[in-house]
C-alpha cells in the first residue's frame, strides 16, 4: 500500500524556519519524484516544490525560491521541505504527493499544517 505521512509542520513567527519531512513507503522510491503542494484557506492548492529521487532534479515555485530548499533522503525513503524566512502568506496545510508522470498525482499524504504568524 502506498502512504506518504507528513510532519514537522507548526506555529512559527515570520522570519522563522520549519523542516517538513513527507515519509514514503509501500513503493520503489527511487521510481518516483515526489512533489509538495499547499493550500491556504479559500486559495487554491499551489504546487511549491518538487524533486526527483532518482537523479535529484529539483522545481520551485517562484514563490518559494531562494528561501525552500528541497531534498531526498533516499536511503530514509523521505522527502524534506526546509522552509526558511517564512511569511505569513507561506501559511497553508502543506502536502506531499507521488507523481506518477507528467506531473499527474494520484497518492497523497494528509498533510501538516505550517502557521506563521505576523
Known amino acids: 500500500e502506498v502512504q506518504l505521512v507528513e510532519s514537522g509542520g507548526g506555529l512559527v513567527q515570520a522570519g522563522g524556519s520549519l523542516r517538513l519531512s513527507c515519509a514514503a513507503s509501500?513503493?520503489?522510491?527511487?521510481?518516483?519524484?515526489i512533489g509538495w503542494f499547499r493550500q491556504a484557506p479559500g486559495k487554491e492548492r499551489e504546487g511549491v516544490s518538487s524533486i526527483s529521487s532518482s537523479d535529484g532534479n529539483t522545481y520551485y515555485a517562484r514563490s518559494v525560491k531562494g528561501r525552500f530548499t528541497i531534498s531526498s533522503d533516499n536511503a530514509k525513503n523521505t522527502v524534506y521541505l526546509q522552509m526558511n524566512s517564512l511569511k505569513p502568506e507561506d501559511t497553508a496545510l502543506y502536502y506531499c504527493?507521488?507523481?506518477?508522470?507528467?506531473?499527474?498525482?494520484?497518492?497523497w499524504g494528509q498533510g501538516t499544517q505550517v502557521t506563521v504568524s505576523s
Open positions: 504527493a507521488r507523481d506518477e508522470g507528467f506531473c499527474t498525482y494520484e497518492y
Open positions: 509501500g513503493f520503489t522510491f527511487d521510481d518516483y519524484a
